[in-house]
């Protein structure tokens, strides 16, 4: 039923639609009337003092926080329109999401992390075998498989975040600070295999950043400020 | 020193900025955990008031009304032929005591059906006497209305008076005539008077009566049980030298026969006969104090587990570990101050709810007992909150450990710090406690002040293999992970196992919390089942007479009233009867506590009545010129006569020896059996009445025709067939198990809800875990499934090592605690059936309880 409402009915060419976004938390507004697209394969900047709205409308667009007013529509399928199951469905199908702080599962090795999300969207076992095979060298982790997170560095485990965000060939990448934790050196090579691989999966980017050198690898920038964007 | 108020001002204000408030903020939460701690410590204080209640009535009945002795002549069968008393008139003149003659014993009232219905104590009292003692007497109690009418009932053969309860328990009334069962008779006892009793001093169920009246009712002519001593100068009473004197004077013209002793020995006695069961019941109901704290154990390290930020937070400030460690600390004791006060009030509440299935335990298995008013001393109120205080500090030390490692609130932000209780990864522990529980076994039993084996080294064992095998269980933990995953093809079941195979701590403590209560409860499995299955045993091959004579309505295996012998020759002359197990039974005193001393025909017990001999008869060699005996193995392990020997006993013809030529196994009485010949046992105890019979028909007469015409002609006398004395027998077994059964529940009751609240930790501790999660699209239920597999996990590890555990307690129990304390071999047996459907159930409640913790963490994070 989701796979009707949801990849049938989107868009060829807009990725993310967000109109007139509100949300409050208690009397505070946070989001204050957003309005946003982004277009298939376009990788677009976030950025915005602390405080401003923009982790609150990731995890909107990501369907963990409902809109007060507005619509957020995904490919054209509006998220207001789907049950919890849906907007289960569709964040395990449609976006991938990098984290600042990484987020791996602590109890699962490196491959198994990106194994995971394959396993989640139903990818038969031979073929997810061969995707997370894929990835890691293309993350350059080939040798750091069967390691478990604790024991990798920094860089390298959002590197695996990275694999672990695109397995299972999402539409829009959301990354949250994706650069945050790194240092310069490590930051700059997650931003490129970031560019790299979604030019080559065509998949959409939205990346929230404090950093200016980050905005590079996006095609634009915007800016959030007290809750309003600001489009350059 | 400069440094202490410091610390008491930091730790104020710790308590006042969080503690207080967290308290403040989840009141009901504090509320159930304090409730927690007040169940655990009520049920030890509990059973502990209960079972003294219950079994306390060693004390003498007749106090009531004599009130306070201070010295007890007895014999050691506890019987005195009234013509020894006449040696005991040169004491009679002595003006500085008064010397006041007692016989005791059981009764049975019959109700409208004619069926036994009240069990009664009768003690006779030389009542003329003691109305000239008024002014040694604590009582006045008038046994007349007008002090003109005493004469009236002098000579009377059933008169009693009863008190105000036992009255109203009876519904009699004056002049009222009660019909009763005694030695086996069917008589009526007459209700002279009911005593105003303001202060409520009789029990209800005593009576009380002239001596040649009680002698008449209980068919004992000639007989007493003791003879009180009372001194004349009562505000001498504690005054030591002065009674030391006295009984040196008593004790130089006392027949030889006779023992003297303070009145406080016979309670000891009596005190000392239940003390093992007392102890056992003691250290089950500490189960309740131990799986209660385990529960503080876990709501405080749920609450470190909450309280994290705040802890790093603090840290960061620059409160040092020291000062939290103390904090956390004092947050236990205080849980524990509060639960261990409330549980004096539950603890009661429990005792009145208890007191009735233990006094009939104690009714069943020891002697004749009533229930006493319940009381609190001051010594159950130290030891409840002690040991409250005691569990609740060892309860918190983990969790105060663990928010001592705490990292500053910079180190905790990266969130690569993974949280302690390295004690639980650590095998060398679980090893070197296992390692201890062996060594304790080479450790002998503790000899008790009443001669009672303790099974010090067993009970050691037992607790360092249990906590050994919690502390190992981690590591099952991890094993069983591994073996599991390949399995896991589900993401919700994939992400479970690896879980799990991470082996938290948390994970960790949840399996060792469960292991502890499922290693004692299938533990207990397996002594039940092995004790029902050794005594279905014995009953097949000793009881194989054709029918079986008793006392009617009197219950105890330690009751030793007995059937009027002219009863017993009487009904032995019937026809019907080829040959008789006839079996007298008295009290024997060794050199500590007290035994039994049987009288049988031995050259029957030979060849013709079966037996499990632990050692047939011959293959010890008994000594020449000492009376032979066949003994029970709780008597040749109590008195160490396992290869033979000779042993002395004290009786009221002076002390006799005996020596075994083999050892028979009874689990009658943990106090041990001796069985001598018939006619010496008359001889030596001066005393013809038979307590059993075992009858052997001839083999034209049908077994149940021949019982129905027997209790027709015998109506004071239960005569049964081997399947209704296998009921009986059986219906003793489980009302013993009662307790066992009761805390059982107890401590498996809150092991689950302990894992409820584990669980409820390792998902609050694994909230990053779930957002990411929830990030990757993992839905509601997909979690709640993952939850579940966690909680199974956690069950089925709990099972195995448990089960491990519970083996070694098993075995435990029957090789070693159950042989040192009572002295009975007991055939081990495992009752596969019931631990395979434990298992079952713990993987189901373990799923549950994941599934439940699941939701409310769900619920609560909403």
């Known amino acids: 039923?989701?796979?009707?409402?949801?990849?049938?009915?989107?868009?060829?060419?807009?990725?993310?639609?967000?109109?007139?976004?509100?949300?409050?938390?208690?009397?505070?507004?946070?989001?204050k009337g957003i309005n946003l697209e982004i277009q298939v394969g376009e990788r677009v900047a976030l950025m915005g003092p602390s405080g401003s709205g923009k982790s609150t409308l990731l995890n909107c667009i990501c369907g963990i926080e409902p809109l007060d007013s507005g619509e957020i529509s995904l490919g054209g399928n509006s998220l207001s329109n789907l049950s919890n199951h849906e907007l289960d469905k569709l964040r395990r199908e449609k976006i991938g999401y990098v984290f600042q702080s990484f987020h791996l599962l602590p109890t699962l090795s490196a491959f198994e992390n990106i194994e995971f999300s394959a396993q989640l969207v139903g990818i038969k076992k031979n073929q997810r075998l061969e995707l997370v095979s894929h990835l890691l060298e293309r993350v350059g982790l080939s040798n750091r498989a069967s390691h478990f997170p604790d024991a990798l560095s920094g860089g390298e485990r959002q590197r695996v975040a990275l694999a672990r965000a695109l397995i299972h060939k999402p539409r829009l990448i959301l990354a949250d600070e994706p650069t945050g934790s790194l240092d310069t050196a490590n930051g700059n090579q997650v931003l490129e295999l970031l560019k790299s691989l979604s030019e080559e999966h065509g998949v959409s980017l939205l990346l929230v950043t404090h950093d200016h050198t980050s905005t590079q690898i996006c095609d634009r920038v915007i800016t959030m400020k007290d809750g309003n964007l600001e489009i350059f | 020193m400069k440094r202490l108020p410091t610390v008491f001002k930091l730790l104020w204000l710790l308590f006042s900025i969080t503690t207080f408030r967290h308290f403040r903020a989840k009141v009901g939460h504090y509320f159930l955990l304090v409730a927690i701690v007040a169940v655990g410590v009520g049920a030890f204080n509990g059973i502990r008031q209960a079972s003294r209640a219950a079994s306390a009535n060693f004390g003498l009945f007749n106090q009531a009304v004599s009130g306070r002795s201070d010295f007890l002549i007895e014999s050691p069968s506890q019987r005195i032929l009234e013509s020894s008393l006449l040696d005991l008139q040169i004491l009679n003149e002595d003006p500085d005591w008064h010397l006041v003659p007692v016989i005791e014993g059981s009764i049975t009232t019959l109700g409208e059906d004619k069926n036994p219905e009240k069990q009664i104590r009768l003690i006779g009292l030389d009542l003329l006497a003691l109305g000239n003692l008024p002014n040694v007497l604590e009582q006045n109690l008038e046994f007349a209305e007008k002090d003109d009418?005493?004469?009236?009932?002098?000579g009377s053969e059933r008169d009693v008076w009863i008190g105000r309860k036992g009255a109203e328990a009876l519904g009699a009334q004056v002049g009222d005539e009660i019909p009763i069962l005694a030695s086996g008779r069917r008589m009526k006892m007459k209700i002279r008077m009911i005593l105003d009793d303001p202060d409520g001093n009789l029990p209800e169920d005593l009576a009380l009566g002239d001596i040649p009246t009680i002698q008449n009712l209980l068919s004992r002519k000639g007989e007493i049980n003791r003879v009180e001593v009372i001194l004349d100068q009562i505000e001498k009473r504690e005054d030591l030298e002065y009674l030391k004197k006295i009984e040196n004077r008593l004790a130089a013209v006392l027949p030889k026969e006779l023992i003297l002793g303070p009145t406080e020995n016979r309670a000891a006695e009596r005190a000392a006969m239940t003390a093992a069961f007392r102890l056992n019941l003691s250290i089950l109901s500490l189960i309740a104090i131990l799986v209660g704290a385990y529960l503080i154990l876990q709501a405080l390290d749920a609450a470190v587990v909450r309280r994290r930020v705040e802890?790093?937070?603090?840290?960061?400030?620059?409160?040092?570990?020291?000062?939290?460690?103390?904090?956390?600390?004092?947050?236990?004791?205080?849980?524990?101050?509060?639960g261990s006060i409330a549980g004096i009030g539950v603890g009661y509440l429990l005792a009145f709810a208890s007191v009735g299935?233990?006094?009939?335990?104690?009714?069943?298995?020891?002697?004749?007992?009533?229930?006493e008013a319940l009381t609190i001393t001051s010594l159950d109120l130290g030891i409840g909150i002690g040991l409250g205080l005691v569990f609740s500090f060892l309860a918190g030390w983990l969790p105060a450990r663990d928010a001592t490692q705490t990292p500053p609130a910079q180190i905790l932000a990266r969130g690569d710090w993974s949280p302690g209780f390295s004690l639980l990864k650590n095998p060398k522990i679980g090893l070197s406690l296992i390692a201890v529980g062996i060594l304790s076994l080479l450790l002998p039993p503790f000899v008790m002040e009443g001669g009672s084996n303790m099974p010090l080294g067993g009970f050691i064992a037992a607790g360092c293999w249990i906590l050994g095998l919690a502390f190992l269980s981690g590591h099952f933990l991890v094993l069983i992970a591994g073996w599991m995953r390949p399995l896991c093809i589900t993401p919700s079941s994939?992400?479970?196992?690896?879980?799990?195979?991470?082996g938290s701590s948390r994970h960790r403590l949840a399996v060792a919390g469960l292991v502890v209560a499922v290693g004692m409860v299938t533990g207990m499995f397996q002594m039940i089942d092995s004790f029902r299955g050794t005594i279905q045993e014995w009953f097949e091959v000793r009881f194989q007479a054709d029918l079986y004579v008793s006392e009617r309505g009197v219950t105890g295996a330690g009751n030793l009233n007995g059937i009027d012998p002219e009863l017993m020759d009487e009904l032995l002359s019937d026809s019907t009867i080829r040959f008789a197990d006839v079996m007298h039974l008295c009290y024997a005193k060794p050199k500590t506590g007290i035994t039994i001393l049987a009288g049988v025909d031995l050259d029957a017990w030979n060849d013709r009545v079966q037996q499990i001999w632990l050692k047939p008869p011959g293959s010890l060699k008994s000594r020449e010129g000492v009376e032979p005996a066949l003994i029970s193995e709780a008597f040749a392990r109590r008195f160490d006569l396992?290869?033979?020997?000779?042993?002395?006993?004290?009786?009221?013809?002076?002390?006799k020896s005996i020596s075994p030529y083999g050892i028979f196994s009874d689990y009658g009485n943990e106090f041990g059996t001796a069985a001598i010949d018939s006619e010496t046992w008359k001889s030596w105890t001066g005393s013809r009445r038979p307590v059993n019979a075992s009858l052997y028909l001839k083999d034209e007469f049908e077994v149940n025709a021949a019982r129905d015409r027997l209790r027709v002609a015998f109506p004071g006398l239960d005569v049964r067939n081997g399947k209704e004395l296998r009921e009986v027998a059986l219906g003793i077994f489980e009302q013993t198990f009662k307790a066992t059964d009761a805390l059982s529940l107890i401590g498996l009751a809150v092991a689950f809800a302990g894992l409820l609240l584990g669980l409820l930790s390792i998902f609050d501790e694994s909230n990053r875990t779930w957002q990411t999660l929830r990030h990757l699209g993992f839905s509601t239920r997909q979690f709640l499934w993952s939850a579940s597999f966690e909680g199974a996990g956690i069950g089925l590890t709990a099972w195995v090592s448990g089960s491990i555990a519970g083996l070694a307690m098993g075995w435990l129990l029957v090789h070693v605690i159950n042989v040192q304390s009572f002295g009975w071999t007991l055939i081990w047996n495992i009752p596969i059936?019931?631990?395979?459907?434990?298992?079952?159930?713990?993987?189901?409640?373990?799923?549950?309880?994941?599934?439940i913790s699941a939701n409310y963490w769900n619920f609560r994070r909403k």
């Open chain 1, 1 to 31: 039923m989701f796979d009707k409402t949801v990849t049938d009915n989107y868009h060829d060419k807009i990725a993310l639609q967000v109109r007139e976004a509100r949300k409050d938390f208690g009397k505070v507004p946070v989001l």
């Open chain 2, 494 to 502: 994939r992400l479970a196992c690896s879980r799990l195979q991470d």
């Open chain 2, 357 to 371: 299935m233990l006094a009939d335990t104690v009714n069943a298995l020891y002697f004749s007992t009533s229930i």
């Open chain 2, 149 to 154: 009418k005493w004469h009236e009932w002098l």
């Open chain 2, 833 to 851: 059936g019931e631990f395979l459907l434990f298992g079952i159930l713990l993987i189901g409640v373990g799923f549950f309880s994941g599934f």
């Open chain 2, 642 to 655: 396992l290869e033979g020997g000779v042993m002395e006993l004290d009786l009221p013809s002076g002390r």
């Open chain 2, 311 to 338: 802890i790093a937070t603090l840290r960061s400030l620059g409160i040092d570990r020291s000062i939290l460690f103390l904090a956390y600390l004092l947050e236990a004791l205080l849980l524990g101050l509060l």
